[in-house]
């Protein structure tokens, strides 16, 4: 749709966490919305992590006839909520059906809107919120969750070395477990009251666990997909480099590389032209001009081969039998690596969506 941001249909829910719900980075979840279809259940990987206690986010693309329709109705309500009044969503579970005095739902909607004065640009994320208690004569939307329910995700905490490929959309099953990470990790942050210095626990993280380093690949035909999880990314980046300057006996944990097909990396005139303006902005700004992140995009698609090659043969490099590849995206691009992780005896795991 023209002036998403995203570079295709997209919305984020966050709903209300039902109590006693509890999950795992990468589980998944089925979704009814009645108002939608009465009778349809369509699975959406969890992208919160389980250490957020009062939300669980998901991201849906619409690619289908019932994302499409989920996709609409709440682009027409997003539009047509100008005036700023709240929207309800109410607990879709059997004591929210008896007592309507009970704890309400909130929903926030990523829906990209046409700003008449931005020049094509959208506006922020507009959140529909409710307060407990307040019935009006206001529409309810009803979202029924069932699950959730685990796939070869989980495994991850339990290798020494993952790599995480996310082909597109596929990326949404390694939002939950980044975010998890990051959320361990400052766990083990202290800051000192008087001087504001930043510490890190002497048994952290990294030392209580199996998992001890992360290579996280997103390859992607459209770049500003990029910005769906930018943020965490971003901020990744920010506390790993504040933890390895404190600690500067420590390996980098999380290494990210993205890659742009969206143009093929020739040695084109412009293609020349392109990198050279590329590494200017990185070398002055200390930043991707595509992402702001430290790690640079590339061009193409990735060389599994040799991507593979470095990681067990490399500086910092790790061993086959700890290299545990975890794969979400497009068949095709799953059975080259597949093909090339056999090669290399290298254990890999595929996630269908």
Known sequence: MRGCPLGMSLVSLTIHRPKYFTFKPGDYIFINIPQVASYEYHPFTITSAPEEQEHIR???????NWTRKVYER??????????????????ADQRAAVNVNNEITTISINIPIKGEDQGGRVNDNLSFSSKTGEMAQQPREKIILNG???????????CNHALLIGGGIGITPYASILSSLMAQFRETRMTCNHCRTVTYAENNLWDNQRLKKVDFIWVTPDSKSFEWFLDL???????????LESNTNKNRFLN????FTGIKDNR?????LRHQVTNIWADEMGSDIFTGLKSPTSFGRP??????????LGDNSSTAKDINVFFCGPK???????????DFGIRYYEEKF
């Open 58 to 64: 998901v991201h849906i693309q619409a690619v289908g």
């Open 74 to 91: 709440f682009k027409n309500i997003s539009e047509n909520n100008t005036s700023g009044a709240a929207f309800h969503v109410y607990r």
């Open 148 to 158: 959730p329910y685990s796939t070869c995700s989980r495994y991850i905490f339990n």
């Open 233 to 243: 990314l971003c901020q990744f980046e920010k506390d790993q480099a504040e933890y």
């Open 256 to 259: 990210i590389q993205l890659y």
């Open 268 to 272: 084109s005139v412009d293609q020349v």
């Open 303 to 312: 060389d599994w081969d040799k991507l593979l090659r470095d990681m067990t």
């Open 332 to 342: 095709t691009m799953g059975k080259k690596i597949q093909h090339h992780c056999v």
